[in-house]
């Protein structure tokens, strides 16, 4: 993935140096150069939309292999191994949502951020937990209202929610836990 990284990111700069190059040539009228530099800088966005492309599809894969491995821990009851991987799905979706004005995931990054708060609350670190998953919750009830493919979700961070206001008797751990589970073993 980082070679990939690299390499778009070269071919970024190289696009941006076709671009100046045309306009300079179109001001000193040197037409052929400016031929050519529309047909490369043509060229470059091609290849820099594809590898953009594969580098999103690469960092969804890898955000997909970290929830199975987080679904793996949370059934064994490695809480904190769960919270580590859990962490860098939300870095990577972040960073994701980051580069592309969020355009692709802003929904996926909200599901992580839910089951990020649920892993901080099965760790004892409740007050981010409630935080993480209020963020969450109202995430994904505004992308429900223009997706209908998050409605769901967005009905399962509500009765996340809920469910944990209901407990307070419980002691937080375990309520954190037993939702986590419950949510990790449906995906």
Known sequence: MNTLKVVRNLVGFVWIGITVWGVVSLFQGQWIALIVSIILWILCSIVFGSLHGSLQRVEMSNVTRLLQMIGERVAIGDWPG???????????????????SGSNMAGPLAFAQLNHGLLLGANGEVGEAMSSIEFASGALSRIAASNPQFVDMAALANAV??????????PPTAVFRQVSMELNQQF
């Open 161 to 170: 929610r809920a469910e944990l206001a209901q407990s307070a008797a419980t």
């Open 82 to 100: 769960a919270l580590s991987q859990s962490s860098r799905a939300v870095q990577i979706l972040k960073a994701s949502r980051d580069r592309d």
